[in-house]
Nanobody
Framework: QVQLVESGGGLVQAGASLKLSCKAS????????MVWFRQRPGKEREFVAG????????DYGGSVNGRFAISRENAQNTMWLQMNNLIPEDTAVYYC????????????????WGPGTQVTVSS
């Protein structure tokens, strides 16, 4: 089973940008669809973005569409989430996961999560 580690979170002001990374510390992501989810305090885990194994299809949650961009480089065993024009409502712990099939907006599909990286956006 692939082991994933997220990084790149931090504290920024509204309107700033951050780029999160998700790297496989064990195994390969090359044959897996990859996703980003986030979890805000007191809320359920929410779909942020997904990308197919080949990187040819992406999808985004409605609240981030047009501001965030997901990408991957299988040769580096890494996926990224470019987050632009951040707002306080983006404050959450961000998690990545993988699935050897397609991706889904439901967190129930995934049983392998990284430890997460905290993103805090101040107003």
């Amino acid at each position: 089973q692939v082991q994933l580690v997220e990084s790149g979170g931090g504290l920024v002001q509204a309107g700033a940008s951050l780029k999160l990374s998700c790297k496989a510390s064990r195994g390969t992501i090359a044959d897996a669809a990859m996703v980003w989810f986030r979890q805000r305090p007191g809320k359920e885990r929410e779909f942020v973005a997904g990308i197919t194994a080949a990187g040819d299809t992406t999808d985004y949650g409605g609240s981030v569409n047009g501001r965030f961009a997901i990408s991957r480089e299988n040769a580096q065993n890494t996926m990224w989430l470019q987050m632009n024009n951040l707002i306080p409502e983006d404050t959450a712990v961000y998690y990545c996961s993988a699935n050897r099939g397609g991706f889904s907006a439901s967190p129930l599909l995934y049983d392998n999560w990284g430890p997460g990286t905290q993103v805090t956006v101040s107003s």
